[in-house]
T-cell receptor, first 114, second 113 residues
């Protein structure tokens, strides 16, 4: 969905490096999410934010941190990257105007940690 | 959140109707059923969502029986471009929603010429 963009699309880094993945959205949604996907598996939630002042841990938050700089921007950081963080990372947004949630996903960032 | 069970994979041929069934025996009263489609190296894309009976949009239909313990995604006349992974998710909405979508392994649909 072009309304949700992620940078970079691909990244190779070394063990121990700090990296940041960025997500921007033009949908005007309050809620934003970070997921990771490993080969052959579904998505797992890392962190989520319901508004600028709200940050919540997902099921696999260890080794990650996030920053919600504005309604439209939600960044994911790996403080000290390790090889098992090699995965495909997705940002998503959602609104609940209709009373039930639908999430819109970005194109993904493919991360390789050597 | 209610757990879902769906077939790991399905094969079909172009032009056929494909039905993918998802079981969610522990669905809660305020849970909605949502299906997403994911192509390789892309983010999941919303297909359809429903609460009960039948929902139809330009892409698919969703059939939900009265007990809501299962649902069936129906894709009419599939084409090669419908080859993808299809995820069934169940969760509540509105003010009580924690925003946590639980993605299982999904159903890998392979459409053959």
């Amino acid at each position: 969905d072009a309304d949700v963009t992620q940078t970079p699309r691909n990244r190779i880094t070394k063990t121990g490096k700090r990296i940041m993945l960025e997500c921007s959205q033009t949908k005007g949604h309050d809620r934003m999410y970070w997921y990771r996907q490993d080969p052959g598996l579904g998505l797992r939630l890392i962190y989520y934010s319901f508004d600028v002042k709200d940050i919540n841990k997902g099921e696999i938050s260890d080794g990650y941190s996030v920053s919600r700089q504005a309604q439209a921007k939600f960044s994911l950081s790996l403080e000290s990257a390790i090889p098992n963080q090699t995965a495909l990372y997705f940002c998503a947004t959602s609104d609940t105007d209709r009373g039930h949630e639908t999430q819109y996903f970005g194109p993904g960032t493919r991360l390789l940690v050597l | 959140l209610a757990k879902t069970t769906q077939p790991i994979s399905m094969d079909s041929y172009e032009g056929q109707e494909v039905n993918i069934t998802c079981s969610h025996n522990n669905i809660a009263t305020n849970d909605y059923i949502t299906w997403y489609q994911q192509f390789p190296s892309q983010g999941p894309r919303f297909i359809i969502q429903g609460y009960k009976t039948k929902v139809t949009n330009e892409v698919a239909s969703l059939f939900i029986p009265a007990d809501r313990k299962s649902s069936t995604l129906s894709l009419p006349r599939v084409s090669l471009s419908d080859t993808a992974v299809y995820y069934c998710l169940v969760g509540d909405g509105g003010s009580s929603n924690t925003g946590k979508l639980i993605f299982g392994q999904g159903t890998t649909l392979q459409v053959k010429p």
